[in-house]
Structure formats: structure tokens, C-alpha cells
């Protein structure tokens, strides 16, 4: 019988070692505490709630989108779940760049101290030859980072700027395991360090859905597409910056790929916080807005083509909607679900233009390229500050109003809260106590230090993320996630 390998994350070995050694890898640097370093740190002496977090993150989510689907019952999984809990817009921040946003909201940090800024990193790499942003940018602890040594544990699949994957209580799967269209303009995947255990791409590696074999059945069902456009769609080999089809076909199966992953990974041991992204949203969004709103465009859609592809946006909320559904069905029903995004959508009122060459620059990379054939390409869909906030079961009140428009700053800070974890002062965002039951915070009132970054060494985590299987294995070793006896992660068997 083939033993399969899979995350354990409830370890009872891992968490007691971890009771005892947390004390020791962090008491020298608890600074600020006044009680023993070794019997007293935060992490010894603070009580985690028992809920479980399942952040999902919607990349360019609105509800100028959601709105009209929520009423005429299109969306049934989120409308339950706003009916149940709170939402608003969520206010984003400019410059509106993804991989910015998205740390800030899992870091709670902004991005002059997090450090980043844009898809392309600042430093490495030059214009023609750009490095993707990756985590050896960030400056910054991470929400991942934070609860493993309160021995709670943490599962990210998917999310911006997570390769290399860090060493967590947990796994990670990082950002680069499916083919994104951001690894194909700027050259490629590497191969090391896509997940934590390094040993989880081969549990999952047949989850990955290759943009060259696109499941056509789903893309297909999202509008009527002419013979055409389906074959442009099948004929593109990259994406091309701001092309309809071949976006949407590289967004469509990097988003499956985590659905996929997401859906093998949670029911085997829900990790006590979650984070799982879904990305096609933005893409489309980019490239399909003046079919979905044309009257925000003067130059004039044509009809027919608004008629038919006008329902690509809609048709993936709606596809969001029943992936949520799916979900929910395979985590523990007490779990506190909270759906951000990292901002919103607008008409641009520029149609798209033809061309025969694809020209990078648009996409911070200096080159062009021949296509050979004319293809329309525009952004016709740009980023407003106004994106998503939902947060809905355990103690969050039902119909509660944020007092003030939350921001991505308070996301993290409110997740630590739920889980009854310290909040840093050096996070500028705020709890967002007012959509929280009085009972549970009584219960489990809202604590404060500093900094993280006074308990946690935010370099060496880095460092691990680097390294080899060795190194990362003498990080969780230092964190106490492992004893001196055990020779493969704990969260292995
Ligand atoms: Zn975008």
C-alpha cells in the first residue's frame, strides 16, 4: 500500500514539543516583557480562541459586479453568508497594484515597510530581463509567519508573493506552482521551493491545469463565443498583456489550479487560519469590462459581441459563487469566513486596439514580440479603491456596519484578534471589534505588543524560505515545530 504524504496539522507530538521549545527558540529576543523571558512570552502566556480563519482573497472583486447578481439570486452562496454576517467596501490604496495590496493585507503593514511595491522587483534583475517580486522582497512577518508560534496552525495556497515558500506550522503553497500569467511574460517558473514541505508539489503537481490543455467546457459555458475566438483562445501559447482570450484561458486555469489544491488540501486538516486566492477575476475584469458595461464607452461596443461576451465577468462571480459553495461544503461549518479583494473595477472608456505585435512595456518589461496576426488588445476595465469585505459565521454579528469603511490595513489585525492571537501597535489598521459578538470579546479581549518583529526573526524566515531542505528544516527546528530526534517536518507523516 502506498502511504500517501499529507499535512498533519494537528500533531499532538508538534504541539507539545512546540509548548516547550517556543519558550526557548523566542524568549531571548521577548523584549519588552517583564516576566521571565523563558516562562513568561507572549507566546507561553496569551490563549488562542478555538475558531477557525478561512481568508479567501478575490483579486479585483466588486460589488458594482456582485450587486445585481446578489439580487436576482445568482449568487446564492455569498448571499447566505452576508445574510448572516457584515460587508462593505473595502478601501484599497494607491498605487492599486496587486502584489502590494495583498501583502498589505496579510501583513497588516503598508507597503513602505513591507517593501512590496510592485509585480516586478525594485533591484534585481533590469528592464529587459525583470525578476519577479518574491518573498526574499518582503521586509515584513507575514500572517503566516505570526500564528505557528502560538502553535496555532496556517495553510496559504495560492496567494501573491509567497514563493519562495516560507517555512510555516503548516504548508504554503506558493504562488509559482500554477503557470501564472506573470512567469510566462517575464520567463518562466523556477522549480525549488514552490511549497512548504517542499514534499507537497508531488501530492499535488496533478492539480496543476495546463493553460495549452484548458478544461473548453468551463471557458466555454462563461459566454458565446464564436468558432473564432475559441480559437483564438486554444492558439495562444502565452498571454498577451491585455488580450481577452488568452488572459482569460492562462487566469482561468491558474485560478483552478488552487481551486483544485485548495479543495485537496482543506478537508484532510484544516489548518486553524486558511488563505486561498482566486484570481480570474482580474484579468477578465481587464480585458472584458466594455462587453459587460458598454454604455460607459462613447466610442460605441459593438451589440452583438456585448450581448454575447457581456456575461464573461458575470459568468465567473457566479462560477466564484459556486467554487465558494464547494468550499464551504469541506471545512468545518463553525469556521469564520472572511472574502477580500484587493480592489475594485471601473470602466477605463477606452476600447481596445488592434495589433500584430505584443508590446511588454505595458507590463514593466522591455521588449516586443511579433505575433504574426492582428489581435485586439486594451484595458478596458481599470482598478477602483472600492473592493470587497465579507465576513460572515462563529462570532461575527449578523448585519453589523463597519463604524468606519474598513481598509486592506485591517484585515490582519482582525484575523488576530478572532483567533485571540496580539494584535501589533505597529500595524496602522484597526480591529474591527464592531462586527464581533460583545460575548466573544469579553471572553477573549483584544490584546497588544509593540511589534512582531520584536519576537520573530523576519531574516531568518527568510533566509529558510531560500535555502535548501535543510536549512528550512533547521528554522522549524529553532521554532520548536520540531524535535532533535524527528528528521522530516512534523507536519509530515
Ligand atoms: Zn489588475
Known amino acids: 500500500m502506498i502511504r500517501r504524504r499529507r499535512p498533519r496539522l494537528e500533531s499532538p507530538a508538534a504541539l507539545s514539543i512546540a509548548a516547550v521549545a517556543v519558550g526557548l527558540a523566542f524568549g531571548g529576543c521577548d523584549r519588552g516583557d517583564s516576566t521571565s523571558p523563558r516562562?513568561?512570552?507572549?507566546?507561553?502566556?496569551?490563549?488562542?480562541?478555538?475558531?477557525?480563519?478561512?481568508?479567501?482573497?478575490?483579486d479585483g472583486a466588486t460589488f458594482d459586479v456582485a450587486d445585481p447578481l446578489l439580487k436576482a439570486g445568482n449568487m446564492p452562496t455569498l448571499a447566505r453568508l452576508i445574510e448572516r454576517g457584515s460587508y462593505a467596501r473595502l478601501r484599497s490604496e494607491n498605487p492599486m497594484l496587486s502584489p502590494a495590496i495583498w501583502t498589505t493585507i496579510a501583513t497588516g503593514m503598508p507597503r513602505r515597510l513591507h517593501q512590496i511595491h510592485d509585480f516586478l522587483s525594485r533591484g534585481r534583475g533590469d528592464a529587459a530581463h525583470p525578476v519577479?517580486?518574491?518573498?526574499?522582497?518582503?521586509k515584513t512577518l507575514a500572517i503566516w509567519n505570526l500564528v505557528g508560534p502560538f502553535a496555532k496552525s496556517v495553510g496559504v495556497i495560492g496567494w501573491w508573493v509567497t514563493w519562495p515558500a516560507e517555512p510555516v506550522r503548516g504548508f504554503v503553497v506558493s504562488d509559482r506552482v500554477a503557470h501564472s500569467r506573470w512567469q510566462s511574460w517575464t520567463a518562466g517558473p523556477t522549480d525549488r521551493n514552490l511549497t512548504y514541505p517542499e514534499s507537497l508539489?508531488?501530492?499535488?503537481?496533478?492539480?496543476?491545469?495546463?493553460?495549452?490543455?484548458?478544461?473548453?467546457d468551463e471557458i466555454g459555458a462563461l459566454a458565446d463565443w464564436t468558432e473564432s475566438e475559441r480559437k483564438e483562445m486554444l492558439a495562444a501559447r502565452h498571454p498577451i498583456p491585455f488580450h481577452g482570450p488568452s488572459v482569460l484561458k492562462f487566469g482561468y486555469c491558474e485560478q483552478s489550479t488552487y481551486e483544485n489544491v485548495a479543495l485537496r488540501l482543506l478537508p484532510k486538516g484544516q489548518p486553524d487560519l486558511s488563505l486561498v486566492f482566486l484570481i480570474a477575476t482580474d484579468p477578465i475584469s481587464h480585458t472584458f469590462w466594455h462587453y459587460f458595461q458598454p454604455a460607459a464607452f462613447r466610442a460605441g461596443v459593438d451589440a452583438d459581441a456585448a450581448r454575447r461576451l457581456g456575461r464573461v465577468i458575470p459568468g465567473m462571480y457566479e462560477h466564484n459563487d459556486r467554487y465558494l459553495s464547494a468550499l464551504l461544503s469541506a471545512v468545518d461549518p463553525k469556521t469564520v469566513v472572511i472574502i477580500v479583494s484587493d480592489h475594485g473595477f471601473q470602466p477605463s472608456g477606452k476600447l481596445p486596439s488592434e495589433t500584430t505585435s505584443i508590446d511588454y512595456r505595458e507590463v514593466g518589461i522591455e521588449r516586443t514580440e511579433s505575433l504574426g496576426r492582428p489581435v485586439n488588445v486594451g484595458m478596458t476595465g481599470i482598478h477602483h479603491l472600492d473592493g470587497f469585505f465579507a465576513a460572515s459565521g462563529g462570532p461575527i454579528r449578523k448585519g453589523a456596519v463597519p463604524t468606519t469603511q474598513p481598509t486592506v490595513l485591517d484585515v490582519t489585525p482582525t484575523i488576530l484578534a478572532l483567533m485571540g492571537l496580539?494584535?501589533?501597535?505597529?500595524?496602522?489598521?484597526?480591529?474591527?471589534?464592531?462586527?464581533?459578538?460583545?460575548?466573544?470579546?469579553?471572553?477573549?479581549?483584544?490584546?497588544?505588543?509593540?511589534?512582531?518583529?520584536?519576537?520573530?526573526?523576519?531574516?531568518?524566515?527568510s533566509q529558510a524560505a531560500q535555502g535548501d531542505e535543510s536549512q528550512r528544516l533547521e528554522y522549524l527546528k529553532s521554532l520548536g515545530y520540531i524535535g532533535e530526534s524527528t528528521t522530516q517536518p512534523g507536519m509530515l507523516e
Do not use: N, Q, W
Open 39 to 58: 516562562h513568561g512570552s507572549i507566546f507561553e502566556r496569551t490563549r488562542p480562541s478555538d475558531l477557525k480563519v478561512l481568508l479567501i482573497g478575490i
Open 132 to 138: 519577479l517580486t518574491s518573498t526574499a522582497d518582503r
Open 201 to 216: 508539489i508531488d501530492e499535488i503537481k496533478t492539480l496543476v491545469v495546463d493553460p495549452m490543455k484548458p478544461p473548453m
Open 422 to 461: 496580539p494584535v501589533a501597535r505597529d500595524m496602522p489598521g484597526r480591529v474591527l471589534t464592531e462586527l464581533i459578538e460583545p460575548e466573544f470579546l469579553a471572553k477573549h479581549p483584544v490584546t497588544y505588543i509593540d511589534s512582531y518583529e520584536d519576537y520573530i526573526d523576519r531574516a531568518a524566515i
